[in-house]
């Protein structure tokens, strides 16, 4: 086969993925000739991909990936929500067009797993002849290990991509008032009220209170008090003692230390905000940082410190979310489609996706690798906030089946806590009317 320009022959793939990702666990090169890519070569597999940065980094390099496997590809991207409904409609048929489904874990793990539309991949990422050495578990973040596996412990995906919550700061603002980054809940509070001043159109915090989309701030602050909106028994903890102090955080900073309108922001008008150079803290995920230092966008270049999530009364945590790729229960070429998944999570491609801004891999590896890094466009002390980010991760949502609802319900609440509402009553509440959602899901 021809080296030309924009191909990849094995040699090649090695070569790049050797020097691209130096860095391997247990100190030892990758293994990556160990592997027989060609064994399945002539193999033809569909992938259903969901339409956004890592689909189409995934669709534009899929050529080197026949290249490198003989293998043919036969992929699709669809928007978000389609994509759900076309995968849920073909996997219930028992004969997707597909052997190879990129998923949304926060949205979709507990129903494919209660399906079994998904194939078990421990035993492949034990098979020297399948799984390159550097591809093991312990290099995957807690919380893709999490979102991955199954109650019974079997490997049902591969994380692909992760979006930890971290708090963007502005150090101008911060000097000024002679603050340092808070290390707690409790010098956030301290620090928002400090840096808040109406009067010069100053505020020290910032986050989502439009209902649903605020869900995952309010999980932050409960993470921190050590507990999960829904337990290990699936025993609802959102109307706890803990879940109400979170609501109790949630509204006092959200009230007290907020710009006007704040019950009508999304990310959009909190990235907007902040972009203005008015704002203390804005807390939300690692993907929005990109404009905060694009010259053209933004008044806080230069200005700008990445801020892993403080530490609450009982834990730190940083609420996660991701999405991974994994093999159908149902398909004939299962080794095949597990060499692609393996490829789309590699540290080639996972340095080209947070070098192209499309995403953070859920690999440490690549985020400790210093020649990863000196492609990245962002500030290191970005990359060192995921990083240890990654160390404190913990699932941002229940993993449930009605996790729409469960945004719906809770978020409103959340809400109303804007208005003024009393914390335990609204907590109380939306738990009383989620629960039996809940039950019903879990019965279907």
């Known amino acids: ?176 008032k002679g603050l340092s980054y808070p290390q707690t809940f409790d010098e956030m509070v301290k620090a928002a009220e400090a840096l808040t001043d109406p009067k010069e159109g100053t505020y020290g915090f910032v986050a989502r209170g439009l209902k649903n989309a605020n869900v995952p701030v309010w999980t932050s602050f409960l993470l921190g008090y050590g507990v999960d909106p829904v337990d290990a028994n699936g025993n609802l903890k959102t109307d706890s003692p803990e879940a109400i102090e979170a609501a109790r955080l949630y509204q006092h900073l959200l009230t007290k230390t907020s710009p006007q309108g704040v019950a009508g922001f999304n990310w959009s008008e909190c990235q907007s905000a902040f972009l203005q150079g008015k704002i203390g803290m804005w807390l939300d995920g690692v993907g929005f940082a990109p404009p905060l230092e694009d010259p053209e966008k933004s008044r806080v270049v230069g200005k700008v410190g990445y801020g892993v999530m403080p530490r609450g009364p009982k834990a730190q945590a940083s609420a996660t979310f991701g999405d991974g790729i994994g093999v159908t229960a149902t398909s004939k070429n299962k080794e095949a489609a597990y060499l692609y998944c393996q490829w789309a999570i590699s540290k080639m491609m996972g340095a080209r996706l947070l070098q192209a801004g499309g995403g953070v891999p859920f690999r440490q590896s690549i985020l400790n690798d210093p020649e990863v890094r000196k492609g990245v466009k962002m500030p290191p002390a970005w990359i060192d906030a995921v990083v240890e980010s990654g160390k404190i991760s913990k699932l941002g949502l229940p993993v449930v089946q009605p996790v729409t609802e469960f945004r719906d319900i809770i978020g409103i609440g959340l809400t109303n806590l804007l208005g003024g509402a009393d914390p335990a009553a609204e907590m109380k509440k939306a738990t009383e009317q989620f629960k039996p959602v809940l039950e019903r899901s879990e019965k279907a």
Not at 58 to 69: A, G, I, N, P, V
Not at 127 to 145: C, H, K
């Open 1 to 176: 086969m021809a080296e030309t320009a924009g191909s990849l022959t094995r040699r090649m793939f090695l070569a790049t993925t050797a020097a691209t990702a130096a860095y391997s666990l247990g100190g030892a090169m990758p293994a990556l000739a160990d592997v027989n890519w060609k064994k399945y070569a002539g193999a033809k597999i569909g992938v259903n991909l969901i339409k956004s940065p890592r689909g189409e980094t995934l669709q534009k390099y899929e050529k080197e990936f026949t290249e490198l496997t003989g293998i043919q590809v036969s992929s699709e991207q669809t928007p978000e929500q389609q994509q759900r409904q076309k995968a849920v409609i073909e996997l219930n048929s028992g004969s997707p067009s597909f052997d190879v489904i990129h998923m949304s874990y926060h949205v979709q793990k507990r129903q494919f797993e209660k399906a079994g539309w998904l194939a078990d991949l421990s035993a492949f990422m034990k098979n020297p002849d399948l799984t390159d050495a550097s591809l093991t578990e312990s290099d995957f973040a807690q919380a893709g290990l999490l979102y991955a596996k199954n109650p019974q412990g079997q490997m049902l995906s591969l994380p692909f991509s992760v979006d930890y919550w971290m708090v963007y700061w502005n150090k101008e603002l911060f000097a000024k």
